[in-house]
Antibody
Framework: EVQLVESGGGLVQPGGSLRLSCAAS????????MSWVRQAPGKGLEWVANIRHDGSDKYYVDSVKGRFTISRDNAKNSLFLQMNNLRAEDTAVYYCARERACYAWGQGTLVTVSS | DIQMTQSPSFLSASVGDRVTITCRAS??????LGWYQQKPGKAPKRLIY???SLESGVPSRFSGSGSGTEFTLTISSLQPEDFATYYC?????????FGQGTKLEIK
């Protein structure tokens, strides 16, 4: 069974940093693209970033370019999202998902950016 | 960026009704589209991929169609567990983009 478990969310001040993690199991992690998607409170889904199976290609939504970095450790079946210079508008539940087409999703981790 | 215009934003329907949700892409995306169901407080669940392929384990009352710029999700006979919010996602071009969602409510 495919399982994705996010962690690392929390309360951070504007301008601060957080690193989200996603632990994957139940499939061969190193052969799949992985994605991050977020959902602000009461709002719709927003695609954030994704990364090729070997880490050689990474793509981002414009609003996070230069601030967020997606990465992965295939030896540890883990996906990461380093978030720097956080803004209030980054407040959201962050989900990791398998594949570019988001086949399976984790339960999400809440990031709150507030002073 | 490709804009995904989803309609309607809200839909009120009864158990047993047939409902259709539409997503229009601002430019052609071939069939690189998925449909997702989200219930309150839960992660989304993929129902359909490549516009018309039904995810394993998803009831056959769900179906998807379309190609290019116009896509539909149809639920042939609504069941109580289908009341949720539905989203489309295009993964043809970067940045990938979701429709704004359709909240399906019980009439």
């Amino acid at each position: 069974e495919v399982q994705l478990v996010e962690s690392g969310g929390g309360l951070v001040q504007p301008g601060g940093s957080l690193r989200l993690s996603c632990a994957a199991s139940g499939f061969t992690f190193s052969t799949y693209w992985m994605s991050w998607v977020r959902q602000a409170p009461g709002k719709g889904l927003e695609w954030v970033a994704n990364i090729r199976h070997d880490g050689s290609d990474k793509y981002y939504v414009d609003s996070v370019k230069g601030r967020f970095t997606i990465s992965r450790d295939n030896a540890k079946n883990s996906l990461f999202l380093q978030m720097n210079n956080l803004r209030a508008e980054d407040t959201a539940v962050y989900y990791c998902a398998r594949e570019r087409a988001c086949y399976a999703w984790g339960q999400g981790t809440l990031v709150t950016v507030s002073s | 960026d490709i804009q995904m215009t989803q309609s309607p934003s809200f839909l009120s329907a009864s158990v047993g009704d047939r409902v259709t949700i539409t997503c229009r892409a601002s430019q052609g995306i071939r069939n690189d589209l998925g449909w997702y169901q989200q219930k309150p407080g839960k992660a989304p669940k993929r129902l359909i991929y490549t516009a018309s392929s039904l995810e394993s384990g998803v009831p056959s009352r769900f179906s998807g169609s379309g190609s290019g710029t116009e896509f539909t999700l149809t639920i042939s006979s609504l069941q109580p567990e289908d009341f949720a919010t539905y989203y489309c996602l295009q993964y043809n071009s970067y940045p990938h983009t979701f429709g704004q969602g359709t909240k399906l409510e019980i009439k």
